[in-house]
Every structure is written in structure tokens, then in C-alpha cells.
């Protein structure tokens, strides 16, 4: 079987004195070196190779180059038998590529590549779900089919795939017994968040010219009998002001709860902000009794300009004394991302942090009697929902919540609660009509 390792290439030195860093692939007694982007000195590779007292240089430059061995191997692994010429092709993704399946694992290791692990997840995951369905009747023995020719994927055979999606299932325990419960495994919800990944493959391909755009398989102005992605559930997942006071007023019993209860409610008061932004918030970030912050989730889509602008009320600043670092203009507020730190350790210190948080909560939800399964999630949508019920203009909790436009906000926001709809509907007629 063929190998790929990352190599030195020392046989000219470039201008500036480094040598190119290539990526070697061998099979049998044959060799090709396939360029990368990076060069760097002898002594520079030799430490990144070693993996000790790494600078931001040698991690940023080793975590790419993993992501190509791995994007090489998972090639690798597709080639029976091995050809050099077809492994460049994909390599360098030249040429006319068919392969569905490849595609979505492709795609995936660019995301790794960028550090946007959660798209990485997701296209993996959608692969793995397409690998299953084409493979839902072959024997276990069988060898596993990871072959989907691009041009097989019709309106037809998505619709078909939903069908089956919807259908399958996995026994899950039940809490406090030994017996187990047949549950859904793919929601509608999951199974778009997965299709759309697909339908953004399709669009690559087609805008690269490797496919028709008569084969485009999915529902368009132009082609109404194309597939019709199926629409996500909105879960709503609000709290009401009187559940949100129960948690305000709960006395914390461990240092878990009390962490919980005071990222959730800063969450809260501060438009819903998302964990992964309040930890990033910098001391610089704070300009007298405001700070102003842009989602980390849409800042390339926005190119940094919607801006987000809180206000400093005495809960907030209580939260930063009590959780805030010494302060430094440049450093964080939060002592959850050290200095330094790379775009993986931000996610892993971040994730950490949200997954205790969480448990502190459902401890809390549960003494207070909530039965929602609460998350961090719950603050956003509390936040926004209940701006909505008091009567708060959407275009205010739209700007709040860092939305691109009104549309967004109001998928968002698509019911009232039943206390409103109640006072709404009493002031159909005029109360003092009579007769």
C-alpha cells in the first residue's frame, strides 16, 4: 500500500535560504514529492517535526500540513490499485472528479485545514451518511462501497435517500433502567443541515464546469421539479422572564452551578451572545460602560462590519469582577483561552468550558422544577423571544442578535408565546362593546 509523509526538500534552497516543505508518496519502489505552500530552514523543520517548544509558526504550519497526510491518506485508501497518476489528479483536485463521496471528504479537509471544524463535522458526517445508504444492502462481509458517482444523484435518489434517512433508528437507554428504547436517529433537522453540503458540492462542481447544469438535481426557480430540501423543526428553546428570575435568584451550591448560572444569565443580558464570543472578549474591547463585539459565527460573511453594541449594566460588570482576569488591555476578560493560544486550543478550551456550563444548568433547571432541557442555546432564544413578547422592534432585536437581514430574524422568531397570542386575540373587539 502506498504511504505519504511530510519531507525536506534539500536539493535547491530558495532565495530567502529556506527549502520547499513537500509531501512524499510512495509506492513499491516508486516515488513522487507533491509541493506545498510552506517552506521553511532545516532547523525550523527539524523542531516542527520534533513537536517540542513549538512556536505559533510550527503549529500553525504542522496542523496543516496533518491535514494534507490525512486528506493523502483518505485518498490512499480509495486507490485499488494504486496509481500515481489518478492519486495527483485528486490530490491537486484537477480534472473531472465524479466521485460524490470523495468530494464530501475533500471539502472536509479543507474546512480542517482552515480551522472551521464544525463545517469539517459536517461534511464528514453527511459522507458517512451517504456511504451508509448506498451500502444498506450489502452483507456485513461485503467490501464497503465508497463510490457515488455524482451523475447517479437524481431529484429521485434524494428523495428516496430522505425516505430512508427518516427511517432509521437506534435503541437508546433509558435513564434509571437497563431496558432500551427505539428512537429516530436523523432528524429532518440534521438530514437538511447534511443535504446542504451536498447542494453546495453540486454547486462547485457545476460552476467548475465538471457537470451539466441540467444534472443539477435539486428544486430551483428553473427547475421546480427538483428535490426540496426538507425544512428543520424550529425547536424553540426560550425560558420566560419568570423562569429566567428563578435562576437569577438561585443560590448556587458548588462552584459548577455558580459558573453556570453566571455565564448563562451574562449570555443572556448581553443579547444572547453566544459562549465562544464572551470568551473572546478582549479588556479592549470595553469602552467606558459599553463594548462592542462581532459574531465569530458570521464575521466572513459580514466582513467584520455588524458590529454589536451592549451595555455594561451592574449584573454584567457583578459577572466580570467575579470571572474576569487581571486586567490587560490586550489580554481576554475570561480565563477560559490562555494567551496565545491556536484556533484548535480556542475550540477545545471553549468546549470544555460550554459543556460544564451546561451541566451546571440541567443541575439547576432541575431544583428550580424547569423541565426544558437547558443549554446555553436557551439564553439567545430567551433573550430574543421575550424582547418580542414586550413588544421590542424586530429591526433593534435583529441588529442585537447579529443578523444580516429581517428575514433571518423573523425565521427566528416564527411564534409568540401562548400568553400573548391570548391578550392579542381579547383585543379583537373593543372591551366595552356591549349588546
Not at 10 to 16: G, L
Not at 48 to 75: P, T, V
Not at 121 to 130: E, I, K, P, R
Not at 394 to 418: E, M, P, R, V, W
Request: with cysteine; glycine share 4%; charged share 25%.
Amino acid at each position: 500500500m502506498a504511504t505519504a509523509r511530510i519531507v525536506l526538500d534539500t536539493r535547491k534552497a530558495k532565495s530567502d535560504g529556506t527549502y520547499p516543505v513537500k509531501i512524499r508518496i510512495a509506492h513499491v519502489k516508486d516515488f513522487r514529492r507533491l509541493g506545498t505552500t510552506l517552506s521553511m530552514s532545516k532547523e525550523d523543520f527539524d523542531k516542527m517535526m520534533s513537536g517540542k517548544n513549538l512556536k505559533e509558526f510550527h503549529k500553525s504550519a504542522r496542523y496543516k500540513l496533518d491535514a494534507l497526510i490525512s486528506k493523502a491518506n483518505s485518498i490512499i485508501e480509495t486507490l485499488e490499485p494504486f496509481d500515481f497518476d489518478t492519486f495527483n489528479t485528486r490530490f491537486n483536485q484537477t480534472g473531472k472528479r465524479s466521485n460524490l463521496i470523495f468530494l464530501m471528504k475533500s471539502k472536509a479537509l479543507e474546512f480542517e485545514a482552515d480551522d472551521k471544524i464544525g463545517s469539517k463535522n459536517l461534511y464528514n458526517q453527511a459522507a458517512a451518511l451517504l456511504t451508509e445508504y448506498i451500502n444498506r444492502n450489502r452483507s456485513a462481509n461485503a467490501d464497503r462501497l465508497i463510490e457515488l458517482q455524482i451523475s447517479q444523484v437524481t431529484a429521485k435518489w434524494l428523495a428516496d435517500f430522505e425516505k430512508w434517512a427518516l427511517k432509521v433508528t437506534y435503541q437508546k437507554k433509558v435513564k434509571g433502567s437497563t431496558e432500551a428504547k427505539t428512537e429516530q436517529k436523523y432528524s429532518k433537522t440534521t438530514l437538511s443541515m447534511y443535504l446542504i453540503r451536498v447542494r453546495a458540492i453540486f454547486n462547485e462542481v457545476i460552476s467548475r464546469k465538471e457537470l451539466k447544469a441540467e444534472a443539477y438535481p435539486f428544486h430551483k426557480a428553473d427547475n421546480k421539479a427538483g428535490y426540496k430540501i426538507p425544512q428543520g423543526i424550529n425547536n424553540k428553546r426560550a425560558l420566560t422572564i419568570a423562569q429566567i428570575m428563578q435562576i437569577y435568584n438561585y443560590e448556587p451550591q458548588t462552584q459548577t452551578e455558580d459558573f453556570a448560572k453566571s455565564f448563562f444569565l451574562f449570555s443572556y443580558l448581553a443579547s444572547g451572545m453566544n459562549c465562544i464570543d464572551i470568551f473572546r472578549l478582549k479588556w479592549s474591547d470595553i469602552k467606558k460602560d459599553y463594548f462592542i463585539f462581532v459574531r465569530k459565527k458570521t464575521e466572513n460573511k459580514t466582513g467584520g462590519t455588524n458590529k454589536i453594541t451592549i451595555q455594561l449594566n451592574p449584573q454584567l460588570w457583578a459577572i466580570i469582577e467575579k470571572y474576569g482576569t487581571h486586567k490587560i488591555s490586550t489580554g481576554y476578560i475570561f480565563n477560559i483561552i490562555p494567551a496565545n493560544a491556536t484556533e484548535r486550543d480556542v475550540k477545545n478550551k471553549t468546549a470544555t468550558a460550554i459543556a460544564t456550563i451546561n451541566t451546571g444548568l440541567k443541575r439547576i433547571a432541575s431544583k428550580l422544577g424547569i423541565t426544558e432541557d437547558i443549554s446555553t442555546y436557551y439564553a439567545r432564544h430567551s433573550f430574543s423571544t421575550n424582547l418580542m413578547n414586550n413588544e421590542a422592534p424586530l429591526a433593534f432585536i435583529s441588529k442585537q442578535l447579529g443578523h444580516k437581514d429581517l428575514k433571518t430574524t423573523q425565521n427566528y422568531l416564527d411564534s409568540f408565546t401562548t400568553e400573548k397570542a391570548e391578550q392579542y386575540q381579547s383585543k379583537l373587539l373593543d372591551n366595552d362593546l356591549t349588546g
